[in-house]
């Protein structure tokens, strides 16, 4: 009964739409790819997190920007972090890294960096403003991304709900199951 009771809070504020591979927007978090090994396995990967997501019978999409620079290469978190555009659109972005492109599942890298205070002027940093101490991250299956982007981008959830809610090999793979 809880669970169901939390899978209709949880799609609160999802709105079904058509599929962002053909929209992305500018304030959409990225999709960083940081491993340039393999071409089709990053396609691979990019498929799964565009696929239409299925609940309360409506059809759900992640809304990110997909981005495949080489100066990304093999950046660590805090490296990356720190290399983000001034005007980069919240506080997490979403890593395809070599553990990404070759563990089964393909689990994607969720980076947080969101200010742990409530103060209204760290909210107005720049990612390379972030402390080491802010940067998190926790690992998710791609057909978990688009539950993550959606309730992340409107503040429904906080990075910690999904961060808290990892199997014991530290995946999200979803709330219900």
């Known amino acids: 009964m809880h669970r169901v009771a939390f899978l209709v809070v949880l799609f609160v504020g999802c709105v079904s739409a058509p599929s962002p591979m053909s929209n992305q927007g500018e ?11 393999d071409d089709e396995k990053w396609a691979a990967v990019r498929n799964l997190i565009a696929a239409p997501q299925t609940a309360v019978g409506q059809k759900f999409y992640a809304y990110v920007q997909y981005v495949s620079d080489e100066k990304y290469a093999d950046m660590d978190c805090p490296e990356l972090v720190h290399s983000l555009p001034d005007d980069y659109p919240g506080f ?32 107005q940093r720049s990612p390379r403003e ?26 429904n959830m906080d990075f910690e709900e999904f961060a808290n809610s990892v199997d014991d090999d530290g995946v999200f793979r979803g709330f219900a199951r």
């Open 27 to 37: 304030q959409d978090p990225w999709v960083i790819r940081t491993d340039f090994s």
């Open 92 to 123: 997490f972005c979403f890593v395809v890294d070599s553990k990404t492109l070759t563990d089964e599942g393909h689990p994607v890298l969720v980076v947080g960096f969101s200010p742990n205070s409530d103060r209204l002027e760290d909210y």
């Open 130 to 155: 972030t402390p080491l101490t802010e940067i998190r991250t926790f690992r998710a299956i791609p057909s978990a991304i688009q539950s993550i982007q959606n309730n992340l981008s409107i503040a």
